[in-house]
């Protein structure tokens, strides 16, 4: 059975930096793609980026260029969505997610950032 | 990036009633489609991929179809617990775009 299981949630204060995490298993974790996918507050769905497994190729979508950084441990198999410096406007729920026909999500990490 | 249109984005209904969403994609993404249910609090749940393979367990109320820009999602027969909003998700191309969520709502 395939499994993603992330982090805790996190209250942190603008300016702050902040890892969170999704440990997969149950199927190959390098041979496949993970992504993240964000959702404020009564608000839809927007896909951030995805990341491989094996070499960590990484894509990030537009809007998310340069405000996250997504890596991937392989020896873990846990991939990873960081920031440097939290905005109030990062304040959401984020979901690790298989992409391409997989219906495998994680729980969602609720991040909560103060001013 | 490739824009999909979703409609209505909102609607009423009753238990036992015929229900269609549709997405409509700026360009051609062939059969690169997936629909998604997301209830209140909940992570969203992968209900078709490939426009019109239903994910292992959904039920055979909800079907997909389409190729091209044009995509529907039909639940047959409406249930208590389909009460929830709906997503439709390009594969297409990257970025990867979801449409903007259709309630579905008790009459």
């Known amino acids: 059975e395939v499994q993603l299981v992330q982090s805790r949630a996190e209250v942190k204060k603008s300016g702050e930096s902040l890892r969170i995490s999704c440990k997969a298993s149950?199927?190959?974790?390098?041979?496949?793609?993970i992504g993240w996918v964000r959702q404020m507050p009564g608000k839809g769905l927007e896909w951030m980026g995805i990341?491989?497994?094996?070499?960590?190729?990484?894509k990030y979508s537009p809007s998310f260029q340069g405000q996250v950084t997504m890596s991937v441990d392989k020896s873990s198999s846990t991939a990873y969505l960081q920031w440097s410096s939290l905005k109030s406007s990062d304040t959401a729920i984020y979901y690790c997610?298989?992409?391409?026909?997989?219906?495998?999500w994680g729980q969602g990490t609720l991040v909560t950032v103060s001013s | 990036d490739i824009q999909m249109t979703q409609s209505p984005s909102s609607l009423s209904a009753s238990v036992g009633d015929r229900v269609t969403i549709t997405c409509r994609a700026s360009?051609?993404?062939?059969?690169?489609l997936g629909w998604f249910q997301q209830k209140p609090g909940k992570a969203p749940k992968r209900l078709i991929h490939?426009?019109?393979t239903l994910q292992s367990g959904v039920p055979s109320r909800f079907s997909g179809s389409g190729s091209g820009t044009e995509f529907t999602l039909t639940i047959s027969s409406l249930q208590p617990e389909d009460f929830a909003t709906y997503y439709c998700?390009?594969?297409?191309?990257?970025?990867?775009?979801f449409g903007g969520g259709t309630k579905v709502e008790i009459k």
């Open positions: 997610a298989r992409p391409y026909g997989s219906g495998d």
């Open positions: 149950g199927y190959s974790f390098a041979n496949h793609w």
């Open positions: 990341i491989y497994g094996g070499d960590s190729e990484t």
């Open positions: 360009q051609a993404i062939r059969n690169d």
């Open positions: 490939s426009a019109s």
């Open positions: 998700l390009q594969e297409n191309t990257f970025p990867l775009t």
